[in-house]
């Protein structure tokens, strides 16, 4: 049994992207070791060479990007001169690239001096120590780079779990919309008589249907409105994820890590939901009391409407706003 749910979770864990970790942290297994290996010649005696050579260890065991950020730091104090400038100029590149051109630009501007010819660096004070201010600077540089690579990765996992789970809602919601729309058109009754039997609390929904003398109209009057409701309610949930999901390819780049985390949070997807579900609801019932113009029939276009309540955060309110202002008037 033990062996069935590991190999589940293999598969699982694959298809959702942990290979690609994987081979992720096999390559900087691979570079971070050649690097060692080549840089250990020079300074074989340093007592940092025990610590990265128990680094890169582990790192082999368990994997995990603070052990490459930490086995990358330690392994500046082992660059001798002609590395150490090679791999300042390459960081600067990459600050140049990926960095902001606030904080680029500061790198720039203290490396200014720092990479100068030998005989300008004669003028600078404390010339014996050009080295150490190097690697001052370059480990300061790597480990703004660290933290943008980091958020760039973290901001991709959270986007993809987010996708995955609005995406998951929205299809639940396209296959009842479906359902409902084919028991609408082939049997109008079928849902009705499914909620009266076993949701009585459904009967809130027919409650202001208008008073019709004919009890046999006045029963039919009531399966429609309830299917009618039912409609609404499904085409703001539809509106809802739609649109979480538009959204969210626009804001990835715009908003903080911490709110695109909140993103992918169960709790903020089933808000958003019942957020477009009520909005839904609430222009479906001024249609029913005819403060919008219009009519639920055709079918369509009360779906057509819900949906884009559910999908607009700002068309009921301006919808209650404008009926606010009629009612103040009267």
């Given at each position: 049994?033990?062996?069935?749910f590991?190999?589940?979770?293999?598969?699982?864990n694959?298809?959702y992207?942990r290979s690609?970790?994987?081979q992720?942290n096999?390559?900087?297994?691979i570079?971070?070791?050649?690097y060692?290996q080549?840089?250990?010649?020079?300074?074989?005696?340093?007592?940092?060479?025990g610590?990265?050579?128990?680094?890169?260890?582990?790192?082999?065991?368990?994997?995990?990007?603070?052990?490459?950020?930490?086995?990358?730091?330690l392994?500046?104090p082992?660059?001798?001169?002609?590395?150490?400038?090679?791999e300042l100029?390459?960081?600067l590149?990459?600050?140049?690239?990926f960095?902001?051109?606030?904080?680029?630009?500061f790198?720039?501007?203290h490396s200014?001096?720092?990479?100068?010819?030998?005989?300008?660096?004669?003028?600078?004070?404390?010339?014996d120590?050009i080295?150490?201010r190097?690697?001052?600077?370059?480990?300061r540089?790597?480990v703004s780079?660290?933290?943008?690579?980091?958020?760039?990765v973290?901001r991709s996992?959270?986007a993809?779990?987010a996708?995955?789970?609005?995406?998951l809602?929205?299809?639940i919601a396209i296959?009842?919309?479906?359902?409902?729309?084919?028991?609408?058109?082939?049997h109008?009754?079928?849902?009705?008589?499914?909620?009266?039997?076993?949701c009585?609390?459904?009967?809130?929904?027919?409650?202001i249907t208008?008073?019709i003398?004919?009890?046999?109209e006045?029963?039919q009057t009531?399966?429609?409105?309830l299917?009618?409701?039912?409609?609404a309610?499904m085409?703001?949930?539809m509106?809802?994820?739609f649109?979480?999901?538009?959204s969210?390819k626009g804001?990835?780049?715009?908003?903080?890590?911490?709110?695109l985390?909140?993103?992918?949070?169960?709790?903020?997807?089933?808000?958003?939901?019942?957020?477009?579900?009520g909005a839904?609801l609430?222009?479906?019932?001024?249609?029913?009391?005819?403060?919008?113009?219009g009519?639920?029939?055709?079918?369509?276009?009360l779906?057509i409407?819900?949906?884009i309540?559910?999908?607009?955060?700002?068309?009921?309110?301006?919808?209650?706003?404008k009926?606010e202002g009629?009612?103040a008037?009267?």
């Open positions: 049994m033990w062996f069935e590991k190999a589940w979770k293999d598969k699982i694959r298809w992207g690609y970790y994987e992720i096999r390559q900087n297994i570079r971070l070791t050649t060692f080549r840089i250990k010649v020079d300074q074989p005696d340093n007592p940092l060479i610590e990265i050579q128990e680094q890169l260890t582990d790192l082999q065991k368990e994997g995990g990007w603070d052990k490459v950020k930490s086995i990358e730091l392994l500046v082992l660059l001798n001169t002609d590395d150490l400038d090679m100029h390459y960081q590149h990459n600050a140049q690239v960095l902001p051109a606030y904080e680029s630009g790198f720039k501007e200014a001096s720092l990479l100068q010819k030998p005989e300008a660096q004669q003028q600078l004070p404390d010339s120590d080295a150490g190097k690697r001052a600077l370059l480990t540089l790597i780079l660290q933290q943008f690579h980091e958020d760039r973290l996992i959270f993809n779990k996708c995955f789970k609005i995406g809602f929205f299809g296959a009842f919309s479906v359902f409902l729309l084919a028991i609408g058109i082939l109008p009754e079928g849902i009705y008589q499914y909620c009266s039997r076993y009585p609390q459904f009967a809130w929904v027919t409650s208008a008073e003398a004919d009890p046999t006045t029963q009531d399966k429609i409105h299917h009618f409701a039912i409609a309610v085409a703001g949930y509106g809802a994820c649109s979480m999901l538009i969210l804001r990835i780049k715009t908003i903080t890590l911490k709110e985390e909140n993103l992918h949070k169960l709790h903020f997807i089933l808000t958003r939901i019942v957020t477009g579900i839904a609430i222009c479906y019932y001024f249609f029913r009391a005819q403060l919008l113009t009519s639920l029939f055709p079918y369509f276009t779906i409407w819900c949906f309540a559910g999908f607009s955060e700002k068309l009921v309110p301006s919808i209650l706003s009926t009629q009612l008037e009267t």
